[in-house]
C-alpha cells in the first residue's frame, strides 16, 4: 500500500561555511553562483539534498562539487527556515559549519559555482539569499565553542608556536591576550608537546615549535578534564 501526504511539503537544502585561517585574518570559503537566482553573486557552498542521501551526505557532497574541498569534518549549526529566505520556492536549509587548514585546501570551483575562492569574514558580506545570517550565526557558535573545545587547533598547521596559538584567538574571538597568561594558562593544561624544532625563514629569534597532542585530551575528558580558556 502507498500512501501520500496531504500537504505541501518545503524543499530541503545544505549550506556550508567553511573557515580557514591565515596569519592575520579568518577566511570563510565562498562560490560565485552560476545560475540564477543572485547570478554572478557570491554565496556558501551547498545546494538540495537527493531523496536517497541525509543532510551530512549532501552536505560532503555539494562542498566537493562546488569547490574540490573534501574530507573535512563538518558539524551541523542551524535550521535556517524564514519563508523568504529563496525566491524560487519554499526552502528550508540545514546549516554546516567547518574549520579547516588552508594549506592543505586548495580550492576550485565545479558544477554550478563560476569561481571558488576565500574572503575575510569582515568581507563576506551582501552574500546570495540569507547566507550573510548563516556565516554571522556561524561565526558566533565559533567564538562560543573555541573558549570551551580545542577545535582551534584544526585551523593550525601541524606544528606551530605559542604565538601562532594565541594570535589564533585572539582572531577568534577578536580581542587582546595577554602574552604571559595566555602561555601560562594553555602550557599548564598539559595538552602540548614542545617539539626539537623550531621555525625556519623567519627574521626574528625562531621561536619552538608544538603540537596539539589530541591523545592526551580524550585521556584527561576521561578524567574530567575541562578545556577553558
Known amino acids: 500500500m502507498s500512501f501520500t501526504y496531504e500537504y505541501p511539503r518545503p524543499a530541503l537544502t545544505v549550506d556550508c561555511v567553511v573557515f580557514g585561517l591565515d596569519e592575520d585574518d579568518l577566511k570563510v570559503l565562498l562560490v560565485q553562483r552560476a545560475g540564477e537566482p543572485f547570478r554572478g553573486s557570491w554565496a556558501l557552498p551547498g545546494g538540495f539534498v537527493d531523496m536517497k542521501e541525509t543532510t551530512d551526505e549532501a552536505a560532503l557532497r555539494e562542498l566537493e562539487e562546488e569547490t574540490g574541498v573534501r574530507n573535512v569534518y563538518l558539524e551541523q549549526l542551524y535550521t535556517f527556515s524564514r519563508v523568504d529566505r529563496d525566491p524560487r520556492e519554499r526552502v528550508v536549509s540545514v546549516a554546516y559549519y567547518a ?78 591576550l595577554d602574552k604571559r597568561n595566555f602561555r601560562k594558562k594553555i602550557l599548564a593544561m598539559d595538552l602540548l608537546r614542545p617539539l626539537d624544532e623550531v621555525e625556519k625563514g623567519v627574521a626574528h629569534r625562531a621561536a619552538r615549535l608544538y603540537r596539539f ?17
Open 99 to 176: 574549520l579547516v587548514k588552508l594549506s592543505e585546501h586548495a580550492v576550485r570551483a565545479a558544477t554550478d559555482a563560476s569561481d571558488a575562492a576565500w574572503f575575510s569574514v569582515e568581507e563576506a558580506t551582501k552574500l546570495a539569499f540569507d547566507h550573510d545570517e548563516i556565516v554571522a550565526t556561524a561565526r558566533e557558535r565559533l567564538r562560543g565553542k573555541v573558549r570551551y573545545q580545542p577545535i582551534g587547533f584544526e585551523l593550525l598547521p601541524e606544528k606551530f608556536t605559542l604565538t601562532q596559538l594565541q594570535r589564533l584567538y585572539e582572531i577568534v574571538l577578536d580581542t587582546g
Open 213 to 229: 597532542d589530541q591523545r592526551r585530551y580524550k585521556q584527561l575528558v576521561k578524567r574530567g578534564f575541562n578545556f577553558e580558556l
